[in-house]
């Protein structure tokens, strides 16, 4: 079974500062997809930024950049030039791609406050 | 931009009845879930369905838990006698097709007194 783990339960960063929040991840499986959501405090589940396993080149979306160390199992995300909206709780979660029909698995979260 | 939608929002319950959260999910997706975050807690999958019939479901998602699409658009989890640990925010997701990204619904609070 998949498991992933994020190893810091809270963080804190100033405005305009960059931030790293760290995932890793345990699969057997060589087709996968890993995905970064936000969860601010109204607790809806907002899509980030998604890495397909096959490709190579860290994704980006504007202020948000992964990390993806395919042979550590390494997953993180860079938020740059953080802003006050940016506070929230970040899930990362991994999605089998070998499989039909499979669930995301969600690590425990870490809970990012952008200070003023 | 089309979006996943429930209702409602918040459901307030005794322990030992039935509740029916409801999900419309995106229209032209075809792949469906549910679901669940215990408050401070990870977000854990109850169920997944396709093809009107479900795919995979967890060890949370026992005989008091069932889903049903009963039409094109509705995507319902019941569940039949509710007890206090089911308080949590339940959430539906839907995809379009593999490998692409799960769009979640806003949630349903569910509170079980």
């Known amino acids: 079974a998949q498991t992933v783990t994020q190893s810091q339960p809270e963080m804190s960063v100033q405005e305009a500062e960059t931030v790293t929040l760290s995932c890793t991840y345990d699969?057997?499986?060589?087709?996968?997809?890993l995905f970064w959501y936000k969860q601010p405090p109204s607790r809806q589940m907002i899509l980030v930024i998604r890495?397909?396993?096959?490709?190579?080149q860290n994704a980006t979306e504007n202020r948000f950049s992964v990390n993806f160390q395919k042979a550590a199992k390494s997953f993180s995300l860079k938020i740059s030039d953080s802003q006050l909206g940016d506070t929230a709780m970040y899930f990362c979660a991994f999605m089998n791609g070998n499989s039909g029909n499979t669930p995301l698995v969600f690590g425990k979260g870490t809970r990012l406050s952008v200070i003023a | 931009e089309p979006e996943v939608t429930q209702t409602p929002s918040h459901q307030v319950t005794q322990m030992g009845q039935e509740v029916i959260l409801r999900c419309v999910p995106i229209s032209n997706h075809l792949y469906f879930y549910w679901y669940r975050q215990i408050l401070g807690q990870k977000v854990e999958f109850l169920v997944s369905?396709?093809?009107?019939?479900?795919?995979?479901k967890s060890e949370i998602f026992d005989d008091q838990f069932s889903v049903e699409r009963p039409d094109g658009s509705n995507f319902t989890l019941k569940i039949r006698s509710t007890k206090l640990e089911d308080s949590a925010m339940y959430f539906c997701a839907s995809r379009l097709a593999l490998g692409h990204e799960q769009y979640f619904g806003p949630g349903t609070r569910l509170t079980v007194t």
């Open positions: 699969t057997s499986e060589s087709n996968y997809y």
């Open positions: 369905f396709y093809n009107n019939e479900i795919s995979e």
């Open positions: 890495q397909e396993a096959y490709k190579q």
